[in-house]
């Protein structure tokens, strides 16, 4: 692949495309001519809030569609210019200043700091006109960081971040554990991440209110979990891959055996559900390992010792020999209760190289244009031969009563002579694709569940049907419908998220306003209490904006209603569409 660019020209690839996807390969040696062009400039000036230039501050231009990023500095009258840039019309504009969030440009008078509400400047048949970005007014979240005995815990990274208004910036504490994240906008629902050097702990503080100016957080320190590993010979082994991991801290960590068969973990968290994981090297002919859950209160020792391996190997074909890529290999031994997974390779060839000695391996092989297959009892084998038959699918929707679109609907089906059972998801959109399914010999019966609605069931049905479910609610239900300040439902064109939260801050659902301006929320707690926040694409005196009383819009979260399971809100957001 070959390609050039210059300050004044954008990059180009063989054979007179911008794209690198579209780019054509060439052998060596071969002639390449290019015809460069005059690329697209960006110009302007960054400004204080009181209109001060801002010297020596990083500008970036980004396109999304074609995966292209400039960049330069203002001088020091505040001016920049991005040149050499492909025609586009979505290039985001940001500015980037030391010890402040990022800045994006959204229109001549006004600045965001939420990426997602930027509008892209328009360079697909012209340069722009002067793009001048002005910094907005922000405030600050300071604090210090201790450990249980008072400690000052240093140089740890601690980042800040809203769901409320999207913006984000980070800092260091300092050689006395102090902090202080500056430039935000005004919000009550930031998000403290601190991440402290070892033996420290990761750390989260939420719902944290911009004007803080002492907030004391505590750092935990966390165990050492450290020991060795040999095999069943009592030979020490490096190079084996360790991992641990917790899902309820979130925490997983990794490292590698030593020379003399050592490892060492250390800032490992107080848990009860951790996990650990040896996996040798792959030419080094022993068991993987598996423990957990086991608790960590204190500092372990595990010395690990790694037992014989059996090795099953082979090749996924179709039934005219063709070689399967992307075919999903899974290994369940129930005798010893281990399983391990694989995919076969482009010219069909897969194995399993440290599965723990046992005779009754259950293979199990899933590719979406294929029927699933499985063989039972398989022991250590080599060029094994498996060949799949054509499969299909049975897709469909999932949809409310009003003809909302349902996502993380479980959508279970099972086969007429239960040989054939398995379970997917609604996507965002509400749509489902059971696949790997034999082309004939079976019916299948298909049922959506979800808690807060009636089971329905469908069937018997053929692979290649289109089944629609209707998702009744039980209880627990919030609607609404959304206008502005008009009394105007949102024209074609205009797209509005809602967000629901408890009466902590804490996320419950997201939907999607229809055409009509109605939005419904379903499976609440009926003893819960809710605030609704809407995002809308575009218009109105802010595009997020939270619900309070009598349904008419306030900006901040503090000052949003909490409505009860039942409520019909009609929602009047502040300014026009």
Known sequence: MVSVWSNAAPMMYHSETFQEKHAQTVGVPSTVDFTMIQGRQIA?????????PVSFALIAAESKTLNVYRSSRTDKNGAYLIEGLPPASDYQISAWIPDMPAIYYHTPEKSVMNPEHAIGVDVSTQNAPAINIYLTAGESICGFLRDASGRAVQFSWISAKSEITGAENDTFSDIHGNFCIKGLPKSVDYQLTINPALPYVNTVRSMIATGTS???CIVEKGFDLFGSIQDFNGMVLPDVNI?????????HAQTISNSTGNYSFKGVPMATDMFMTALPHVDQAISQYID???????AIEKNITLGAAIKISGTILSLTNEPIKDAWITAYAASIQTDDRTDSASDGSF???HLPQADDYELTIRHPDYATQTILFVDAIQDLQIKLAPG?????LVQDEKGGYLSDIRIAIQSDDGSIQQSVRSDHSGKYLISGLPLTGHMYTLSAKKEGYATDVKGPHSVGAYVQFLMIADAGRIQGRITDSGMQ??????KISVRLFDEMGEFVQRVSMNTTGAFEFNGLDSQGKYAIKCSVSAGLVDPVQWVGPQGQGVLLFEDANLFSVGAFVDVTLIGAW
């Open 351 to 353: 194995a399993f190289n």
């Open 292 to 298: 957990g859950p086991f608790t960590v209160n204190h």
């Open 214 to 216: 002492d907030l004391k």
């Open 489 to 494: 439902l949102p024209p074609e064109g205009i």
């Open 243 to 251: 991992s641990v991991w917790s899902s309820s801290r979130d925490f």
């Open 44 to 52: 302007g000036t960054l400004y204080e809030k009181d209109i001060q």
């Open 392 to 396: 299909g699918a049975i897709t469909g």
